[in-house]
């Protein structure tokens, strides 16, 4: 679903942000907006009335919470939310297999979240040659990266859906298209032009559902059910952690160096990362639910 609205909305906003224009050249029904200088307001408006429809949404449906075993006793008392984030940390730390499929994630949002603040510096400066060659503007340019984006992550997501991934040897699901998001990344990175970088965006989303879905399959398999929300809570939160960080150095950097080049060094570290592990017996055994055990064992 974020794959599609992806596909769509950076094609929709570069439109948005054209209505001032195209109310001063009196073109109906954009009149009214011919004195605005630019439709940054008007998109900041528009963003805010659909999360509130979002969030109205939200207390309209009913979602349904499945019952904790654990609480089902009479008399035991409910745990702490630092109870149940230890139980979640415990788990994952007893199984160091999973540290090392949590720590790909890790290194993956680290290389990918400042794609946010890259790739707008990326389409201004090392893209403009190619872009204003084509008689593009900077919003189309851009706009052009976002859907080629969207359209590929929707295709990876309905290659995933229909395919269903591996049915064994998942890790392969996960570090491979992960290897090759990273190498997307790095032609993305050095290339000077715009259609070189849309297939690279294209490449890189279209792999994202895929590898997700294979982690996803794995978490699922190896954690029991009624543990699964604590322990996916605790891993999400230390696989998104680097996200700011990432962010912040790579905007940092950006602003001395390169932006397309500090963009290929995320991708690069990022792939080499993924490569390491096709050679990692602990990563590549992480579907081994019989031979974690003796693991937990040995630690208790």
């Known amino acids: 679903m974020r794959s599609l609205t992806s596909s769509g909305t950076p094609a929709l906003a570069a439109f948005i942000l054209a209505w001032p224009a195209l109310g001063r050249q009196a073109i109906a029904p954009f009149g009214p907006l011919a004195g605005m200088t630019d439709a940054t307001l008007l998109v900041i408006g528009i963003d805010t009335v659909t999360f509130v429809i979002a969030a109205v949404a939200l207390l309209l449906v009913h979602v349904p919470s499945p019952v904790r075993r654990d609480l089902a006793v009479t008399g035991v008392e409910k745990p702490s939310l630092w109870a149940d984030v230890r139980e979640g940390v415990v788990f994952i730390c007893d199984r160091p297999v999973l540290l090392w499929l949590l720590g790909t994630f890790t290194v993956a949002n680290l290389a990918v979240a400042p794609a946010g603040v890259l790739v707008p510096l990326l389409v201004k400066f090392n893209l403009a040659a190619d872009w204003q060659a084509q008689g593009y503007t900077f919003d189309t340019a851009l706009a052009l990266l976002g859907v080629t984006a969207g359209i590929g992550g929707l295709i990876g997501g309905l290659l995933i859906s ?15 298209p992960m290897l090759l998001g990273g190498i997307a990344q790095v032609a993305y990175g050095f290339s000077p032009l715009l259609l070189l970088c849309a297939g690279a965006a294209f490449i890189k989303a279209f792999m994202e559902p895929i590898f997700n879905a294979h982690s996803q399959a794995i978490w699922q398999s190896i954690t029991p059910r009624e543990l699964q929300g604590r322990v996916f809570s605790v891993r999400r939160l230390i696989a998104q952690a680097t996200r700011p960080l990432g962010t912040a150095v790579a905007g940092l950097a950006a602003g001395l160096l390169d932006p397309g080049y500090v963009y290929a060094a995320l ?19 992480v579907e081994d639910k019989a031979g974690l055990e003796p693991m937990v064992q040995g630690r208790g």
Do not use: S
């Not at 229909?162 to 491979?176: A, F, S």
């Not at 991708?267 to 055994?285: D, E, H, K, S, V």
């Open 267 to 285: 991708g690069l570290i990022w792939a080499l990362f993924c490569a390491a592990q096709l050679f990692n017996p602990y990563m590549l055994r």
């Open 162 to 176: 229909t395919w269903g991934g591996l049915e064994q040897r998942c890790i392969y699901g996960v570090i491979i």
